[in-house]
């Protein structure tokens, strides 16, 4: 490369990440639209629009009712967001909270839906009028048609004039199709095999009568089109649409079903953030105290590799924060872990590469060759641990509950931009440094030959401290359940329990509520509190453990005496769990296919499916000891349990295939004098700098974080870090112990 390219490529990086830190800095117009404040947040970080509904009728509902509208409202709502939460709320009010939006208006139409869909026939069967037609005059001045019902859904249902519904219909999906009119937005319906026998049979009934049929949705009739000819592939359009946004919100609640109980508004607010101002400063404030440590740490034991990676540790930062805003991303503390997850990732690549580097300058080679040769060795490490991580995080987006789909979607964008920048930007900026004339190879780093580590010999005392420490944590588990009724600290996601709603007499800010308020009650009850506070109201909302009669009197006389607060300005509600049994099965199906689709990727890769059980079990190793670490510490079992599980299980199979893929590499030049044994545990300590510097730099990341963090972010951050010692161990010490035996157990046939 020449000097001026080098320059040139040089002062292209240079701009490209001047430009994109101003764009996240201030935006691209007077608004700062695009900056960092544009961020789309979650309610735990910027709050959002809670909305109440109740369910219409003197009859109190069944739990299986609720529940089953719960789980179908809960589906609806990710629609606006993947961070939405619904609850129950007394035994007939429903709750939904929608981080990102504060117009409640714009979404209070179609959620309380029935969502009930009805194909109805023109004419029962003696020949009476289901329905009429007439013209009326539109809000705009036009002539329009309006369908009337002549009979009531139940009569029409008895009689027969009903053969299609919504359960009928197998995929509903929003889109436009060309008319003699233009073109228009419509809603594609594809009938189940029973649906598609009814729909033929209503199509050719209405066809030989030369009638219409009916398309009845939400309280009325939204079109009637004239049936020409029989439809026997059970596709049928639902058109007109006013939008694109109106198709795709009845082709959702079409999917999802109707609600089994018919709601109505009963108030709606806009609450604020659960943790606070202070906790979004003190994470930003970490993320920048971790990543200044983190490219000092690279380049003091990197030299010039490392301020390159420093380079491309920084254009990383400018472009996720870029991307957040592109991809209009929901940020919420689970996000937060999935990019905490990636800087990780990001500076792993990088140590990899620069390891392979000092490698080859140790062989000899010259340190141009040096450069290309270790970028060109580490690539297979890099790509294998990355996929592996973004397979994961794919099954994920696709298949887990909202909150999971969140963190995927940050971990997706991390992982994708950390191999751009190790691969892409901090190869061309070496490249460069290389042509400008930074040639000696003393700036760079000689690896030295360090003494073989005999871990496998010594897997015994290993597997023994594991099992040790797993046990253990059973037993505390055991205990747990014993004294307290449940294993683990369980939080309100998981257990629900009693909403405090009181109106101060002045407005109460969320800063002093948590150093007032909390403090007492978390004294009267035993429990830990969330908070939300209520935009343009004095009003605070105190989230806790279930209260007996007991417990609220006693809050309701502290809040009387210590503030001020009449007893009618004090109500309280029990309230469900946030997260639903539905999402806990979705979760853990999400996860078991995500290890599914791993195995088949490592399987293919390394030709050797004993490399991907290994890596499994180090997994569910690492996962079992952070659950005794939260048995045993009784941190709180919160939605955040889920991050912070899933970044332990990223981070775990990344490091392990690090280790693999040397050992794979070594078994490739292997002699008949070699022994596995050998094999294994040069490969260890070959990447053993790796396993070290990468968990070392990841963990300064969240410890930062855990320091300057408040008490919600602590309670994350303390097993996260736990989690990456217990990764780096597993894999050092344990991964390639469990494959050795297998391989020694299981011999593969000579070919």
């Avoid at 201030?26 to 900056?35: L, Q, R």
């Avoid at 014993?482 to 800010?509: C, I, P, R």
């Avoid at 035993?526 to 209260?547: A, P, R």
Wanted: aromatic letters at 8%.
């Amino acid at each position: 490369m020449k000097k001026s390219k080098a320059i040139t490529i040089l002062l292209c990086i240079l701009v490209l990440l001047l430009g994109v830190t101003y764009i996240d800095l201030f935006g691209v117009d007077a608004s700062g639209t695009g900056s960092a404040s544009d961020i789309s947040l979650g309610l735990d970080l910027a709050g959002g629009v809670s909305i109440t509904y109740q369910v219409v009728g003197d009859e109190e509902p069944s739990a299986t009712d609720m529940s089953d509208t719960i789980a179908k409202l809960q589906k609806r709502v990710e629609n606006y967001s993947t961070e939405a939460i619904v609850y129950q709320e007394g035994t007939d009010r429903i709750n939904i909270e929608i981080p990102g939006v504060s117009d409640a208006n714009a979404i209070l139409e179609e959620l309380g839906r029935p969502g009930s869909l009805y194909f109805i026939a023109q004419t029962d069967a003696d020949g009476n009028q289901n329905y009429t037609a007439q013209y009326a005059q539109n809000a705009d001045g036009t002539v329009g048609v309006v369908y009337t019902l002549n009979k009531t859904i139940e009569e029409l249902l008895a009689d027969g004039s009903i053969l299609v519904q919504g359960t009928d219909v197998k995929e509903a999906n929003a889109g436009s199709i060309q008319t003699n009119m233009g073109n228009e937005y419509a809603v594609s319906l594809t009938m189940t095999e029973e649906g598609k026998e009814k729909f033929a049979q209503a199509t050719q009934n209405a066809y030989s009568k030369g009638e219409s049929l009916a398309i009845y949705y939400d309280g009325s009739i939204i079109s009637a089109p004239n049936v020409n000819a029989a439809i026997t592939d059970g596709n049928a359009q639902i058109s007109p649409m006013e939008s694109y946004e109106k198709a795709e919100n009845l082709a959702s609640t079409v999917r999802i079903g109707g609600l089994k109980l018919e709601l109505e508004e009963l108030h709606s607010k806009v609450v604020g953030a659960q943790l606070g101002v202070d906790a979004i400063e003190t994470s930003l404030k970490a993320a920048v105290i971790g990543v200044i440590i983190v490219m000092v740490f690279m380049c003091i034991v990197y030299l010039v590799p490392g301020f390159a990676s420093s380079i491309g540790l920084l254009s990383y930062v400018a472009l996720v924060v870029l991307l957040l805003n592109g991809f209009d991303m929901t940020l919420t503390l689970s996000g937060i872990a999935g990019i905490i997850l990636s800087i990780g990732m990001a500076v792993d690549a990088n140590v990899i590469i620069f390891a392979r580097i000092r490698e080859e300058l140790a062989a000899g080679k010259t340190v141009q060759t040096a450069i290309k040769t270790g970028f060109d060795k580490a690539l297979s490490a890099i790509i294998d641990g990355n996929i592996t991580t973004l397979i994961a995080a794919a099954v994920l987006l696709l298949l887990g509950p909202g909150s999971v789909k969140g963190f995927a979607q940050t971990l997706a964008l991390g992982i994708v931009l950390s191999m751009f920048t190790a691969l892409v930007v901090t190869r061309y900026i070496l490249y460069a440094f290389y042509a400008l004339g930074i040639r000696n190879e003393k700036f760079y780093g000689v690896g030295r030959e360090h003494k073989v580590l005999n871990i496998v010999s010594k897997k015994g005392i290993f597997f023994g401290i594991s099992a040790a420490v797993i046990l253990a944590g059973f037993v505390v588990m055991g205990a747990n359940k014993v004294n307290t009724g449940d294993a683990l600290n369980y939080s309100l996601e998981f257990k629900g329990g009693t909403a405090t709603t009181v109106v101060f007499q002045e407005a109460m800010s969320l800063e002093k509520a948590n150093s007032e308020v909390v403090p007492k009650i978390e004294e009267l009850t035993g429990s830990t509190v969330q908070i939300q506070t209520v935009q343009d109201s004095n009003e605070v909302i105190f989230k806790t453990n279930s209260l007996n009669m007991e417990q609220r009197e006693a809050l309701n006389q502290m809040f009387e005496s210590d503030f001020g607060v009449a007893e009618s300005q004090i109500t309280s509600e029990t309230i469900s769990s946030t997260i639903s049994d539905e999402m806990k099965s979705d979760t853990i199906l999400a996860v078991i296919v995500a290890i599914v689709c791993m195995l088949i990727y490592i399987r293919i890769r390394f030709s050797d499916i004993r490399f991907g059980i290994s890596s499994i079990l180090a997994l569910m190793h690492d996962v079992l000891v952070v659950l005794a670490f939260y048995a045993a510490a009784r941190i709180s079992v919160s939605n955040t349990f889920v991050a912070c599980m899933l970044t332990i299980v990223g981070y775990s199979i990344n490091a392990t295939i690090v280790i693999f893929d040397r050992i794979r590499e070594n078994m490739a030049v292997m002699t008949g004098k070699d022994d596995l044994k050998d094999i294994v545990n040069k490969s260890i300590t070959q990447t053993m700098s790796r396993s070290i510097f990468t968990s070392l730099t990841t963990f300064v990341m969240v410890a930062v974080l855990y320091i300057l963090g408040v008490t919600s972010i602590r309670d994350f951050a303390m097993p996260l870090m736990v989690g990456i010692v217990c990764g780096a161990y597993s894999s050092v010490c344990l991964a390639g112990s469990f494959w050795y035996m297998m391989r020694m157990k299981f011999v593969p046939k000579k070919k």
